[in-house]
């Protein structure tokens, strides 16, 4: 067990390294010079000169990249250009929030996905089932954005139940998480669904009914156990999926996280915190993925060979 | 029994906000939204600043504060008085004051500010005063290199807010950002641009100036005020109770706001014009003619009455109406003509092509459009576009977020056409954004005119007395308009709002929202 | 052929008829939208803005007076195209990636499938951002970044493909035969793997769709006065309480076309009975 959470931890070095390259890269793709990319305009020679010296801008690319690299690592991810503050402060402030976000939308899709899927799964075809694939059906068709002005509409402005915006309390995560988290629910609730019907089909579920083992604790205890495989297995890979819909959600419901950071250094053209954060959300995405991983093969030994 | 995971959550989110009411704060907070204009304000420092926002006058105090009746009135300066030739000035101080690092005021504070505008953008508030003397502790004396008639009225801007001279040196490049140290009533405790400030309140204040009825630490002891750029989520804001006043109200809004029973809405003279500056130094915008053109091309009144529901008024020229200087020769006034713009593009050369643009020698009259963020700058903006269309001129929008397009407009000459806005109650602002000592930002014209330099030279430093000095801003003024560097669009007034939470007192005094009135906003 | 008549199936149900009558619907808005659009998408009237639907305007005006229906029947043009051009770039050239990266095998399969998997796991969004801050907000942009962001998806599909039908008697045959590696990837097992891609594409495309009009929130795809779904509603925000309409619509425009698209994608996989070999893991 501990030698493939090793080997597939160091599976994600060449990754890491790739996708630092190409972040690396977009101050120097996008049209400008690099310098201009990475300072105010009104800076004086004396810091654009500093700023040199400090980057390595005048060495080869390979070299600048090592530089760069190098520093990310212990923690300096340069300075923002607007807020002239160190990236990295930026990003300690924002990535609780994100976190936040991220995880009870995990969590809520997970549990209220698996608890529709197994719901219909169990009373196959009739009109809850129908519903609740209609329901998947629409959550994962729906722009997160529209759903999100929505909610907006509905639960803040017409109801007052819950903030319009912002991070400044507790409840202000509920529509965000629902935003988000009901796009994850459809994708769970339709896996959780196939998975236990067909685990249904399977030999030892017959045996059990033949034994006469009530047929709500066979679904619960047996079929669902089994049927979480493959829930774990989608979840693991979409988990940049659940990234990516908190950089919109965060959006349009004005909360700080890395998401809003990204978003805001974009147009306001500050490279290094958009480097910074993208590198933090690529970390972000392969540690949920190893994750991920980590739990299949916790629960199925097949992965573990598959791998060594 | 079996509780389903969704409906513990849902019972879980309606608890947890009720324990939430039940904490309300008692506390002597309060949270208001920055005026649109101010959006995006990259920092704090006064003196080297280009862009201010509304929350500069609480942390920086000035020497004078002036009234809407064009009064001035002292706030860190008691009295002040100037030589019959205008070539001396002498400015008695307040005792007692002291920074919020603990530093005091006093005249040796004044002899290290006054050169410090030197080599900054804002040299020109200054550039009259040849040496600062500190006569004693609480008397400084002007020897002035000419007569500056307009002295007290830059130093009651917020460009002149003083800072503390420790702080200022000590912090370098990152003053403004991470500390902003005045002797205002308001300490700053976080800025995040674009985001939100918060000010703490300044316990040791006792030096009001007579425009405030509180002499004392203001009401308010802790002040959000947050930057939002999008109109609709201010309005939400205010009206879920989220901020309890609106600095700047959307007009799209107003007529909710007016007849909702908790919210008061009062308004005060506009202090700025919206404007699309043209940049002269590259095609087709090098010929007067296509300038002309552009600036007639725009439809002032349906602007006013539909993008902004009638508040407010049409701009035919550069200043603000309540300025002697805005009244120009009628004939040079720039209003709605798509007739004459038609037939100038015609004259030039320009060929009305079948898409509906115009092209000369093969290539099509495709201009670049620039605005910043924010919901009013972007339909006006889209509404222009559509209004050049009509005349054969097809222009791109490119949306720039606030706290960067200056940056953008000093990078260089890409942009042609710009929709931007500027708030400033003097005449000097045609001198700021059209002399060509700043070509860029803030020329965002890029002109650089000869007979436009001498008229400004004239009217900055040759005028004596104020009335010379109207005469000769008008002049420049007039000039400015012949040579269609610019098209005016629209000038707001000042529209605030505020819930029952706070507070506001009935007249306010000055020319806008600042610390003199916020001192007496109280928290109910 | 297998396809035309799993075609034929798919349209005959009920479940496939009707998301596949709408898709046309939608289709000929986009190609015909000069003819069918009552008004033109650019003329504002500003005295008329916010108007709430009725009889000159079926789906009401936007703030600056423009007819609402028009708008988003272009928009229909500008969304579809974007998609369809995206993902058909997308799909050609993850095919070619992945047939020759399942045939040829060795480094070359390994460079690929480390530069799939390392895209594989990103969220499309991200992926659609860096690339636009690269190249800059506008159509092209957004058509570049979702070719890119799909990518992955159908060379890892085709690869799996390839790799499966590889090793079948006929293709050893005709190798054995003397047919050259392209020829046998392009003439013998393209054909058969291309029906899985085909329909992957078609719910990308769905997919697709959505990507676009979330950069078209952001500002970051068509600039005004070019409608687009998403763009439409983000400035539609800001009449929230005024005119709800200008949000309504669009929403639905997406949610109508991405759905049909999903349903008919449905209809075609059990027709075409490949349920299997779309688990491309």
Same mark, same amino acid.
């Given at each position: 067990?501990?030698?493939?959470?090793?080997?597939?931890?160091?599976?994600?070095?060449?990754?890491?390294?790739?996708?630092?390259?190409?972040?690396?890269?977009?101050?120097?793709?996008?049209?400008?010079?690099?310098?201009?990319?990475?300072?105010?305009?009104?800076?004086?020679?004396?810091?654009?000169?500093?700023?040199?010296?400090?980057?390595?801008?005048? /060495?080869?690319?390979?070299?600048?990249?090592?530089?760069?690299?190098? /520093?990310?690592?212990?923690?300096?991810?340069?300075?923002?250009?607007?807020?002239?503050?160190?990236?990295?402060?930026?990003?300690?402030?924002?990535?609780?929030?994100?976190?936040?976000?991220?995880?009870?939308?995990?969590?809520?899709?997970?549990?209220?996905?698996?608890?529709?899927?197994?719901?219909?799964?169990?009373? /196959?075809?009739?009109?809850?089932?129908?519903?609740?694939?209609?329901?998947?059906?629409?959550?994962?068709?729906?722009?997160?954005?529209?759903?999100?002005?929505?909610?907006?509409?509905?639960?803040?402005?017409?109801?007052?139940?819950?903030?319009?915006?912002?991070?400044?309390?507790?409840?202000?995560?509920?529509?965000?998480?629902?935003?988000?988290?009901?796009?994850?629910?459809?994708?769970?609730?339709?896996?959780?669904?196939?998975?236990?019907?067909?685990?249904?089909?399977?030999?030892?579920?017959?045996?059990?009914?033949? /034994?006469?083992?009530?047929?709500?604790?066979?679904?619960?205890?047996?079929?669902?156990?089994?049927?979480?495989?493959?829930?774990?297995?989608?979840?693991?890979?979409?988990?940049?999926?659940?990234?990516?819909?908190?950089?919109?959600?965060?959006?349009?419901?004005?909360?700080?996280?890395?998401?809003?950071?990204?978003?805001?250094?974009?147009?306001?053209?500050?490279?290094?915190?958009?480097?910074?954060?993208?590198? =933090?959300?690529?970390?972000?995405?392969?540690?949920?993925?190893?994750?991920?991983?980590?739990?299949?093969?916790? =629960?199925?030994?097949?992965?573990?060979?598959?791998?060594? | 029994? $079996?509780?389903?995971?969704?409906?513990?959550?849902?019972?879980?989110?309606?608890?947890?906000?009720?324990?939430?009411?039940?904490?309300a704060a008692s506390a002597q907070e309060a949270t208001f939204?920055?005026?649109?204009?101010?959006?995006?304000?990259?920092?704090?420092?006064?003196?080297?600043?280009?862009?201010?926002?509304?929350?500069?006058?609480?942390?920086?105090?000035?020497?004078?504060?002036?009234?809407?009746?064009?009064?001035?009135?002292?706030?860190?300066?008691?009295?002040?008085?100037?030589?019959?030739?205008?070539?001396?000035?002498?400015?008695?101080? $307040?005792?007692?004051?002291?920074?919020?690092?603990?530093?005091?005021?006093?005249?040796?504070?004044?002899?290290?500010?006054?050169?410090?505008?030197?080599?900054?953008?804002?040299?020109?508030?200054?550039?009259?005063?040849?040496?600062?003397?500190?006569?004693?502790?609480?008397?400084?004396?002007?020897?002035?290199?000419?007569?500056?008639?307009?002295?007290?009225?830059?130093?009651?801007?917020?460009?002149?807010?003083?800072?503390?001279?420790?702080?200022?040196?000590?912090?370098?490049?990152?003053?403004?950002?991470?500390?902003?140290?005045?002797?205002?009533?308001?300490?700053?405790?976080?800025?995040?641009?674009?985001?939100?400030?918060?000010?703490?309140?300044?316990?040791?204040?006792?030096?009001?100036?007579?425009?405030?009825v509180n002499?004392?630490?203001p009401l308010i002891k802790k002040l959000?005020?947050?930057?939002?750029?999008?109109?609709?989520?201010?309005?939400?804001?205010l009206?879920?109770g989220g901020v309890d006043m609106?600095?700047?109200?959307?007009?799209?809004?107003?007529?909710?706001?007016?007849?909702a029973e908790n919210v008061t809405?009062?308004?005060?003279?506009?202090?700025?014009? #919206?404007?699309?500056?043209?940049?002269?130094?590259?095609?087709?915008?090098?010929?007067?003619?296509?300038?002309?053109?552009?600036?007639?091309?725009?439809?002032?009144?349906?602007?006013?009455?539909?993008? #902004?529901?009638?508040?407010?008024?049409?701009?035919?020229? #550069?200043?603000?109406?309540?300025?002697?200087?805005?009244?120009?020769?009628?004939?040079?006034?720039?209003?709605?003509?798509?007739?004459?713009?038609?037939?100038?593009?015609?004259?030039?050369?320009?060929?009305?092509?079948?898409?509906?643009?115009?092209?000369?020698?093969?290539?099509?009259?495709?201009?670049?459009?620039?605005?910043?963020?924010?919901?009013?700058?972007?339909?006006?903006?889209?509404?222009?576009?559509?209004?050049?269309?009509?005349?054969?001129?097809?222009?791109?929008?490119?949306?720039?977020?606030?706290?960067?397009?200056?940056?953008?407009?000093?990078?260089?000459?890409?942009?042609?056409?710009?929709?931007?806005?500027?708030?400033?109650?003097?005449?000097?602002?045609?001198?700021?954004?059209?002399?060509?000592?700043?070509?860029?930002?803030?020329?965002?014209?890029?002109?650089?005119?000869?007979?436009?330099?001498?008229?400004?030279?004239?009217?900055?430093?040759?005028?004596?007395?104020?009335?010379?000095?109207?005469?000769? #801003?008008?002049?420049?003024?007039?000039?400015?308009?012949?040579?269609?560097?610019?098209?005016?669009?629209?000038?707001?007034?000042?529209?605030?709002a505020y819930d029952n939470k706070i507070t506001v007192p009935e007249?306010?005094?000055?020319?806008?929202?600042?610390?003199?009135?916020i001192v007496d906003i109280a928290v109910n | 052929?297998?396809?035309?008549?799993?075609?034929?199936?798919?349209?005959?149900?009920?479940?496939?008829?009707?998301?596949?009558?709408?898709?046309?619907?939608?289709?000929?808005?986009?190609?015909?939208?000069?003819?069918?659009?009552?008004?033109?998408?650019?003329?504002?009237? @500003?005295?008329?803005?916010?108007?709430?639907?009725?009889?000159?305007?079926?789906?009401?005006?936007?703030? *600056?007076?423009?007819?609402?229906?028009?708008?988003?029947?272009?928009?229909?043009? !500008?969304?579809?195209?974007?998609?369809?051009?995206?993902?058909?770039?997308?799909?050609?050239?993850?095919?070619?990636?992945?047939?020759?990266?399942?045939?040829?095998?060795?480094?070359?399969?390994?460079?690929?499938?480390?530069?799939?998997?390392?895209?594989?796991?990103?969220?499309?969004?991200?992926?659609?951002?860096?690339?636009?801050?690269?190249?800059?907000?506008?159509?092209?942009?957004?058509?570049?970044?979702?070719?890119?962001?799909?990518?992955?998806?159908?060379?890892?599909?085709?690869?799996?493909?390839?790799?499966?039908?590889?090793?079948?008697?006929?293709?050893?045959? !005709?190798?054995?035969?003397?047919?050259?590696?392209?020829?046998?990837?392009?003439?013998?097992? @393209?054909?058969?793997?291309?029906?899985?891609?085909?329909?992957?594409?078609?719910?990308?495309?769905?997919?697709?769709?959505? @990507?676009?009009?979330?950069?078209?929130?952001?500002?970051?795809?068509?600039?005004?006065? !070019?409608?687009?779904?998403?763009?439409?509603?983000?400035?539609?925000?800001?009449?929230?309480?005024?005119?709800?309409?200008?949000?309504?619509?669009?929403?639905?425009?997406?949610?109508?076309?991405?759905?049909?698209?999903?349903? *008919?994608?449905?209809?075609?996989?059990?027709?075409?009975?490949?349920?299997?070999?779309?688990?491309?893991?």
């Open positions: 067990m501990t030698s493939f959470f090793i080997k597939r931890l160091l599976l994600l070095i060449p990754v890491f390294l790739a996708v630092s390259m190409v972040i690396f890269a977009i101050v120097h793709l996008v049209p400008g010079d690099p310098i201009d990319n990475l300072l105010s305009v009104n800076s004086s020679p004396e810091q654009k000169a500093e700023l040199v010296a400090r980057y390595g801008l005048d /060495k080869p690319l390979w070299q600048q990249y090592a530089i760069w690299l190098g /520093k990310a690592v212990q923690g300096d991810l340069g300075d923002a250009i607007i807020l002239k503050r160190p990236v990295a402060d930026l990003i300690a402030m924002n990535l609780p929030h994100s976190l936040a976000l991220g995880g009870f939308a995990l969590i809520f899709s997970t549990v209220v996905g698996i608890a529709a899927g197994a719901f219909s799964a169990i009373n /196959k075809n009739g009109w809850i089932d129908r519903i609740t694939m209609t329901m998947i059906l629409l959550g994962s068709t729906v722009p997160s954005f529209w759903l999100g002005l929505l909610m907006i509409m509905l639960f803040a402005v017409q109801l007052g139940w819950f903030p319009v915006s912002g991070a400044r309390s507790w409840d202000a995560l509920v529509l965000p998480v629902l935003t988000i988290g009901l796009g994850g629910v459809a994708l769970v609730a339709r896996v959780t669904r196939v998975a236990m019907i067909e685990t249904e089909r399977r030999d030892f579920v017959m045996m059990l009914h033949a /034994k006469g083992v009530p047929p709500r604790q066979i679904a619960l205890r047996h079929v669902l156990r089994h049927a979480l495989q493959p829930v774990i297995t989608i979840l693991s890979l979409r988990i940049g999926w659940i990234l990516g819909g908190a950089v919109t959600v965060e959006f349009v419901f004005a909360r700080p996280g890395l998401g809003s950071l990204l978003i805001t250094a974009l147009n306001q053209r500050d490279y290094p915190v958009v480097q910074g954060s993208l590198l =933090m959300l690529a970390i972000a995405v392969m540690l949920g993925t190893l994750l991920g991983d980590v739990l299949q093969a916790v =629960m199925d030994p097949r992965v573990r060979e598959r791998i060594t | 029994m $079996r509780y389903t995971i969704t409906s513990l959550l849902l019972a879980g989110s309606i608890l947890v906000p009720a324990s939430f009411v039940a904490f939204v920055m005026p649109t204009v101010d959006v995006g304000a990259p920092s704090y420092d006064p003196i080297r600043g280009s862009k201010l926002n509304a929350a500069t006058t609480l942390i920086y105090d000035r020497m004078v504060i002036q009234d809407a009746d064009q009064s001035f009135h002292g706030q860190l300066a008691t009295e002040w008085s100037s030589t019959e030739d205008g070539m001396s000035w002498t400015f008695k101080l $307040r005792p007692g004051v002291t920074f919020h690092d603990g530093e005091p005021f006093n005249a040796a504070t004044i002899a290290w500010w006054v050169p410090k505008f030197a080599g900054t953008e804002n040299e020109f508030m200054t550039s009259a005063i040849a040496s600062v003397e500190a006569v004693d502790d609480l008397t400084v004396k002007f020897t002035m290199k000419n007569p500056d008639p307009n002295l007290l009225s830059n130093m009651a801007s917020s460009f002149m807010g003083i800072p503390s001279p420790k702080a200022y040196d000590a912090a370098g490049d990152s003053y403004g950002i991470t500390t902003a140290v005045g002797s205002g009533p308001f300490k700053l405790e976080s800025f995040t641009v674009g985001q939100e400030t918060v000010l703490v309140a300044n316990e040791a204040y006792a030096w009001a100036s007579d425009l405030s002499q004392g630490p959000t005020i947050r930057e939002i750029a999008e109109d609709s989520t201010a309005f939400l804001e009206s879920t609106l600095m700047s109200v959307p007009t799209d809004f107003l007529p909710r706001l007016e007849a809405v009062g308004q005060l003279p506009g202090t700025g014009i #919206f404007y699309m500056p043209i940049n002269t130094s590259v095609t087709p915008f090098d010929d007067i003619k296509v300038r002309e053109a552009a600036a007639l091309a725009i439809n002032q009144k349906e602007i006013l009455e539909n993008i #902004f529901g009638g508040i407010g008024a049409e701009a035919h020229n #550069f200043l603000i109406g309540s300025l002697l200087e805005s009244k120009v020769d009628p004939a040079l006034n720039i209003s709605y003509n798509p007739d004459r713009a038609n037939m100038l593009l015609d004259e030039a050369g320009w060929v009305m092509g079948s898409d509906g643009v115009r092209a000369k020698d093969g290539v099509a009259l495709q201009v670049a459009l620039w605005t910043q963020n924010g919901t009013e700058f972007k339909r006006v903006t889209e509404v222009i576009q559509a209004e050049l269309k009509a005349v054969g001129i097809g222009a791109d929008i490119t949306i720039f977020d606030s706290a960067t397009i200056n940056d953008q407009y000093r990078k260089g000459t890409e942009h042609q056409l710009a929709v931007r806005n500027y708030s400033w109650a003097n005449s000097d602002i045609i001198d700021w954004f059209f002399s060509g000592q700043r070509l860029g930002y803030p020329n965002v014209s890029m002109w650089n005119d000869p007979k436009a330099e001498a008229l400004n030279a004239v009217a900055m430093k040759e005028s004596r007395t104020w009335e010379e000095r109207v005469a000769n #801003f008008t002049a420049y003024h007039e000039y400015v308009l012949s040579q269609f560097v610019f098209a005016p669009i629209y000038e707001p007034v000042q529209v605030y007249t306010i005094r000055g020319t806008r929202l600042q610390s003199q009135t | 052929m297998v396809a035309l008549t799993a075609l034929r199936t798919a349209v005959g149900s009920p479940r496939g008829a009707i998301p596949a009558g709408i898709l046309v619907f939608i289709v000929a808005c986009a190609v015909f939208a000069p003819i069918i659009a009552p008004y033109a998408y650019d003329i504002q009237n @500003l005295p008329g803005s916010n108007e709430a639907p009725n009889a000159a305007h079926w789906m009401g005006t936007d703030e *600056f007076g423009r007819d609402l229906m028009s708008r988003i029947i272009y928009g229909a043009r !500008t969304s579809l195209s974007v998609a369809v051009t995206a993902i058909s770039i997308s799909v050609v050239a993850g095919m070619t990636l992945g047939a020759m990266a399942g045939y040829f095998g060795g480094a070359f399969d390994r460079a690929v499938t480390a530069v799939v998997d390392l895209t594989w796991s990103f969220p499309e969004i991200l992926i659609a951002l860096i690339l636009i801050a690269i190249i800059g907000p506008g159509l092209q942009g957004t058509m570049i970044a979702i070719s890119i962001a799909y990518l992955a998806q159908f060379t890892r599909l085709t690869r799996a493909q390839i790799m499966a039908l590889k090793n079948e008697t006929y293709v050893e045959a !005709t190798a054995n035969l003397g047919a050259g590696n392209f020829h046998i990837i392009f003439r013998h097992l @393209l054909p058969n793997a291309i029906t899985p891609v085909i329909v992957a594409g078609m719910l990308a495309t769905g997919d697709a769709i959505i @990507l676009e009009a979330t950069l078209g929130f952001f500002g970051l795809g068509a600039q005004p006065p !070019t409608p687009s779904w998403g763009a439409m509603m983000s400035s539609g925000t800001a009449q929230i309480f005024i005119a709800p309409w200008i949000i309504i619509f669009p929403g639905l425009a997406i949610a109508i076309t991405v759905i049909s698209i999903n349903l *008919f994608g449905d209809a075609l996989i059990e027709a075409l009975d490949i349920r299997n070999r779309l688990r491309s893991v």
